[in-house]
């Protein structure tokens, strides 16, 4: 079965740009997560999804930030006016959390996204 | 400040010795994940700890969780190239669908 994919595998763009950053999850997953991060540090927790809704939005940064997942599977992290402090690794786990009774959250990451605004 | 404090930083340890990486919270951990990342890659599951003195193997590497539920180490015995990489660990403190990550080990085998 195929894993978390994510495209594309790197994106270098010019600041004050806008850039889409896509997660295909697991099928059947209905929890979905974005994480950023940045050289020598874990993964910083940005958004969480719940089907299709943003059950928590809370690790976004600002309003620059924004995040659709409109038909509970593929996500797309959207950046507008893109700034140097964005780059980084954009990760994508999603997981079977809310689907089944279970105490434990076992995430599945996507190979990531590698994010360099210049 | 991190929630999640991992020790060391960085290891370099030759082929065939044994090592410890530890993961220490100041709160009670619901569930303790261990991961591992390669450059270029995303984060692979190792094992998850839940229960106060619980310890899982995997070939050759074992990871605990104290009784308390605030410290698990992540023991490799007998490295090798293979066991190179950065080692996370993320935390369940509130029993809820988000993790706490501590900010990796980075391991590197010398031959």
């Known amino acids: 079965g195929a894993g978390v994919s994510q495209t594309p595998s790197n994106k270098v763009t010019e600041k004050g740009k806008y850039v889409e950053l896509r997660c295909d999850p697991i099928?059947?997953?209905?929890?979905l997560y974005w994480y950023r991060q940045s050289l020598g540090q874990g993964p910083e927790f940005l958004i969480y999804?719940?089907?299709?809704?943003?059950?928590?939005d809370s690790g976004l940064p600002n309003d620059r930030f924004f995040a659709v997942r409109p038909e509970g599977s593929v996500s797309t992290l959207k950046i507008q006016r893109t700034e140097r402090g964005d780059s980084a690794v954009y990760l994508c786990?999603?997981?079977?959390?809310?689907?089944?009774?279970?105490?434990?959250?076992?995430?599945?990451f996507g190979p990531g996204t590698r994010l360099t605004v210049l | 400040s991190q929630e999640l404090e991992q020790s060391p930083q960085s290891l370099i340890v030759q082929e065939g010795k044994n090592l410890t990486i530890n993961c220490t919270s100041s709160?009670?951990?619901?569930?303790l994940y261990w991961y591992k990342q390669k450059y270029g890659e995303g984060l692979i599951f190792l094992m998850m700890?839940?229960?106060g003195g619980e310890e899982k193997s995997h070939e050759k590497i074992t990871a605990k969780l104290d009784e308390k539920k605030q410290q698990s180490s992540l023991h490799i015995t007998a490295s090798q190239p293979s066991h190179a990489g950065i080692y996370l660990c993320?935390?369940?403190?509130?029993?809820?669908?988000?993790?706490?990550w501590g900010a990796g080990t980075k391991l590197i085998i010398k031959p």
């Open positions: 099928s059947g997953h209905t929890a």
């Open positions: 700890l839940q229960k």
């Open positions: 786990a999603s997981s079977l959390w809310g689907r089944e009774l279970r105490s434990y959250n076992e995430q599945f």
């Open positions: 993320g935390a369940d403190m509130d029993s809820n669908y988000q993790l706490i």
């Open positions: 999804f719940q089907g299709t809704g943003a059950a928590d």
């Open positions: 709160k009670t951990l619901y569930g």
